[in-house]
């Protein structure tokens, strides 16, 4: 069988040294000895863990009872609905294996739907926090290549999934995933579009009950890994410019929720400036909306795989890579609009 055929994650790959020394001279002010556990997991690729989502509308024949025997666990163990809180992720399903085992991408074949998607478990907990429920409309404001709005969609069926995604090339990615993952009979309730995020919000005022901002940031895991040197040096430079892009996506994304809506803001970076500042540069600038706790009952069913980092200021929650807990870099934060 296909699974057997593992592979041990990816060869070995050079690091770039203008960028490490860059998250060293950063990240050891803002996360102390946090970011040196975590710098060992993201230089040693060999670690890292790999996440099976499982797609429900696929045909799963023994593809549970295969990734048991290859010592895979559910992240999110099943659970009935009156032991829930009010989290409603039942239909949600990740397998995580503890060590970095890694089973191989299926291929794109029109007309059949793959069984699974590979993804670092830590990208769930957005999905989680904006626990959408059965017929909610829901934007997925940052959407390519389609990681999140696919568990979304494995979560709850929403009323309105409004997937969108400005890049032209990446958008065309998004809609293969979703047509690689959901059902023809079922599209209707998918809209994709690629528009600038930033103008969502006054096109379409109040539409939706959820918003996820999966916001274009540094993405620390893959920019330590650039071939090359000038190329890092061209991130880090416009790496300054990011803060007010995502201000801005942010912005138009509490636009675009109802009043007593969500919006869950989140990265894949350990940056300060692109985390926390940018929300609370918000939460200052925006009338009418607050900061929620992320649901403390979900934080501490996944503090069994993720490490939460302690965050000054404890603004939102991260989750960092550290020893045999290879999840993250994810930042997640969540607002809601009260009027
Ligand atoms: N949510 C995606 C997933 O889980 O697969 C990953 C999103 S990635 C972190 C951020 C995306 O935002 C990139 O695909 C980027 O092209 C897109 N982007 C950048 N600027 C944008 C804008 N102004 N409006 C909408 N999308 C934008």
Redesign the pocket.
Known sequence: NTLAAQCKSKPQRQVCKTVLKHFDAQYSEELGEQWWSARDVLLNPLSWQYGVLLNRFSDLANLRQCLTGLGYTNLLPQTCPESQSHTTHMHLQCFIHRDPVRIPTQGHHSGWLKQYYLLNAA?LLPVLTLNVKEGENVL??????????LAILQAATPGLLHS????KH?YDWLLKTLESYFPPTLRHLLSVTH????SIGSMRPGAYDKVLV????S?DRSWLYTPDTHQGEMWLKERTQLPL?QKE?LCSALAAVRPGGVVVYS??TMSRAENQSVVEAVLASYQGVELLDLDQQLIDSLSDHFYFAHLRPSVGQLVIPQKGKTWGPMYVSQLRRIY
Do not use: F, I, Y
């Open positions: 990208s997925d404001l940052c959407a390519a290549p389609g990681g999140k709005s969108n995604e400005l890049d990446r528009l600038d995020g930033r999966d916001a274009p940031c993405n892009l996506l990265t894949c």
